[in-house]
Nanobody, 123 residues
Framework: QVQVVESGGGLVQAGGSLGLSCTAS????????MGWFRHYPGKEREAVAS???????AYADSVSGRFTISQDTAKNTAHLEMSSLKPDDTAMYYC?????????????????WGQGTQVTVSS
């Protein structure tokens, strides 16, 4: 059974930093492509960052230059380091995993999702 577990959310002041981690287990494919997404109440889930099994990272324009995603393919883990956080970054953050390396910033291409972790940035 595939499990995706996020950790590391919390409360941080604007301008601060926070790291999120994601671990996937029980995968039935060899190459894990992982993405981070966030959800604002009443809105569609949006992409934050992704990293494919070859280590290629992609970012949403809203976080480019502030967030960094990395992956440990041997452990099927992904880490999202967030810096210069803004109140607009407040959201529920979800990690997702899939076997295909295409369209890694598109949420509906992912098969497996974690339960989410809340990030709150105070002004």
């Amino acid at each position: 059974q595939v499990q995706v577990v996020e950790s590391g959310g919390g409360l941080v002041q604007a301008g601060g930093s926070l790291g999120l981690s994601c671990t996937a287990s029980g995968l039935t494919f060899d190459d894990a492509n992982m993405g981070w997404f966030r959800h604002y109440p009443g809105k569609e889930r949006e992409a934050v960052a992704s990293v494919d099994s070859d280590g290629r990272a992609a970012y949403a324009d809203s976080v480019s230059g502030r967030f960094t995603i990395s992956q440990d393919t041997a452990k099927n883990t992904a880490h999202l380091e967030m810096s210069s956080l803004k109140p607009d970054d407040t959201a529920m953050y979800y990690c997702a995993v899939k076997g295909s390396s295409s369209n890694c910033l598109v949420p509906w291409t992912y098969h497996y999702w974690g339960q989410g972790t809340q990030v709150t940035v105070s002004s």
